[in-house]
């Protein structure tokens, strides 16, 4: 029960025991009063009816006593009068059958009043003439209780009713900094940090209140720095010192990374001798004057044609990775590259389509780190001897279908479930027990299992991420892979979903259908919560309304701030696999230590991931991170329901 309902009702039950009090003792008071009331007038009107019967007794004139007791029948409530004469012992009796009106007959069946009556002896000198017997009727003392009650009842219920009114709004005014406190305070514990609270007039509480601010504060601070520590650590060994780019480690971490996930683009070498040239002309610092304004224009005006990572590699040469981009879409860049390296080179006082080469190559499948860099190296030789501005390295096979043909062949797979899974362990880092399974799946397509890697590409391109993702948690949930594994499975959405307000809608109703959506990780690119912030934050709301976990893969993959941790508040992150790679450098260790130290202090569990061997997992001990993934532990086949009944 909350403290507004706790003091609620100790003051409700202890205005309720005032008003009970006050009321039983008008009411006993009362019926005393009218008890002694009543006593009081039937001795008065015994006397006053002796007096005024003793001359008509005296004469026997029977008819006017008759007419005095009717008198006195209708001045008051009397139940029976008896007159007796002494002389013959004759008995004379008049009875009234009193109606009490506006009192209910329950009030009165009471019996709060005992009855009362009153003798008197008629004298005439020393004669004694007749014995008078007067019964009075409690009704009087009914009514006027009953009119009082009534009355007292009217005023307490007002007064009950006010003083609960203002009882529940003063309580509730003199309450609020109060709840106000235990909001902020519970959004601290889960790591949000709002602006300090107004200071309230309660002496008690703004004490309070000035303590949790300065917590707020403090613990803001412990986070901003960790946030600036991380960064401070990727700016000291990944970033280049004159053109503010990512250097060539950085470049090489994340080419790994992305050669390890589904995906196309490309990759391109620029040699800039004429950088040089500025140089021997006006030295070095115009020389570095210039590479950075070159750089923040390719880092302005490149990203917008493909989604890319722009790098300076060495002295004159920089890379640019095309992560996501067709063939067309890399000529587009690559052109706009040429333009804006002209551009500059006459700025500079230079001859443009000279002193420059750049070399090109395309993805292909199962490349490898060193075979993109020694197909984009072979590329740029040939451009710089054929003294041209680029050259392609084409290794281009001949694809087996084309655009068209893909998408009638993805749309036939996927829309019937033609899913084949298999799944990755992740492991407890110090019981080395299963704490999920990463599921992957693939695709049948012309009677061929097709890899992810293959067919992603294509999906992307397609925009068939979020029909894929629908019916991939379908035949998750009909194949009953949920229920022959007794870990949480860990599903990837595709870019498309985070942004499709269509299948929010579609994964809410699911989640609320499915019998064991508790076991289900939804885990999303660090990319997209980046780039898709809002529409994160509201998917991230509905899965963990419907019972399921969120997931951030590829942590520490963005140069940018981990902020968004706090607005997603994810159950977990991955580091990116390119972290793995950094970890051979005990400096860029440091870098996973803070991005471990930043998920833990939010309370976000943390796994490693890319870890192939056992002496890598060694030397990842010291990072305390929950968990750990690679080849280490190959992924493995996924069997149905279907396929375990049937071996049974």
């Not at 009490?100 to 709060?112: A, N, S, T």
């Not at 067709?326 to 040429?338: A, C, D, H, M």
């Not at 067919?455 to 992307?460: A, D, L, N």
């Not at 696999?577 to 803070?594: D, G, I, K, P, V």
Request: charged share 20%; net charge negative; hydrophobic share 40%.
């Amino acid at each position: 029960m909350t403290l507004f309902k706790q003091i609620y009702s100790l003051l409700f039950g202890l205005f309720v025991l005032v008003m009970a009090s006050l009321a039983y003792f008008q009411f006993t008071e009362t019926r005393h009063f009218m008890a002694n009331q009543m006593e009081s007038e039937l001795n008065n009107a015994s006397t006053s009816l002796s007096l005024m019967l003793k001359p008509h007794l005296q004469t026997g004139d029977m008819v006017a006593a008759e007419t005095l007791v009717n008198v006195i029948f209708e001045g008051g409530f009397y139940r029976k009068v008896s007159l007796t004469w002494l002389a013959d012992q004759q008995v004379q009796e008049w009875e009234n059958p009193v109606l009490v009106e506006g009192v209910p007959q329950w009030f009165i069946d009471l019996d709060l009043f005992t009855s009362q009556s009153s003798e008197t002896v008629i004298t005439s000198g020393w004669l004694q003439l007749a014995n008078l017997k007067i019964e009075a009727h409690p009704g009087l003392g009914y009514r006027e209780l009953w009119r009082v009650m009534n009355n007292t009842l009217l005023v307490i219920s007002v007064l009950f009713l006010m003083s609960i009114l203002v009882l529940h709004f003063r309580l509730k005014a003199l309450l609020t900094p109060l709840n106000d406190i235990a909001i902020h305070a519970s959004e601290i514990a889960q790591r949000v940090f709002n602006p300090d609270m107004a200071l309230p007039k309660t002496a008690e509480l703004k004490t309070v209140v000035k303590a949790i601010n300065s917590m707020s504060g403090q613990l803001k601070q412990v986070f901003n720095t960790l946030d600036n520590e991380v960064d401070s650590l990727r700016r000291d060994n990944l970033i280049d010192g004159v053109s503010n780019l990512p250097n060539r480690q950085y470049l090489t971490g994340q080419i790994t990374s992305w050669l390890t996930e589904p995906g196309y683009g490309g990759l391109l070498l620029v040699k800039m001798d004429w950088l040089e040239e500025i140089y021997s002309k006006y030295g070095y610092q115009v020389r570095d004057e210039t590479i950075r304004v070159l750089a923040l224009r390719m880092q302005e005006q490149l990203p917008p044609i493909a989604e890319s990572v722009i790098a300076r590699i060495a002295n004159t040469e920089f890379a640019l990775l095309i992560t996501k981009g067709e063939r067309q879409n890399i000529n587009l860049y690559l052109q706009s590259l040429i333009r804006l390296i002209n551009q500059e080179m006459s700025k500079a006082g230079c001859a443009p389509n000279r002193g420059f080469a750049i070399g090109v190559t395309e993805r292909t499948l199962d490349m490898k780190t060193s075979e993109l860099l020694s197909q984009a190296d072979n590329a740029l030789q040939q451009a710089v001897s054929s003294n041209i501005a680029s050259s392609w390295f084409d290794s281009r096979s001949q694809q087996e279908f084309n655009r068209e043909q893909w998408r009638e062949r993805l749309m036939t797979a996927i829309n019937q479930n033609q899913f084949v899974f298999q799944w990755q362990s992740v492991f407890d880092s110090e019981s080395h027990e299963v704490l999920q399974r990463e599921l992957y799946c693939q695709l049948n397509i012309d009677g061929k299992q097709v890899r992810a890697g293959q067919f992603m590409p294509y999906v992307e391109l397609l925009s068939l991420g979020s029909q894929l993702d629908r019916c991939l948690l379908e035949s998750v949930v009909e194949q009953g892979l949920l229920e022959i594994n007794s870990e949480p499975v860990a599903i990837n959405l595709t870019h498309d979903s985070l942004q499709d307000p269509d299948f929010h809608t579609w994964l809410a109703t699911f989640l609320q259908k499915t019998k064991f959506a508790d076991k289900i990780y939804f885990e999303i690119p660090e990319f997209g919560a980046n780039n898709n912030l809002v529409e994160c934050t509201r998917l991230a709301d509905l899965i963990r309304a419907g019972g399921a976990q969120l997931g951030i893969d590829h942590c520490g993959r963005q140069m940018g701030s981990l902020s968004y941790l706090q607005q997603l508040k994810p159950h977990y992150v991955k580091l990116d696999q390119s972290l793995a790679f950094y970890s051979n450098n005990q400096q860029n260790n440091e870098l996973c230590r803070a991005l471990v130290n930043i998920a833990k202090g939010l309370n976000i569990e943390v796994i490693m991931t890319a870890i192939e061997e056992q002496q890598q997992l060694e030397q990842i001990q010291s990072l305390r991170a929950t968990g750990y993934q690679g080849y280490i532990s190959a992924p493995e086949d996924v069997m149905s329901m279907h396929d375990v009944g049937s071996m049974n």
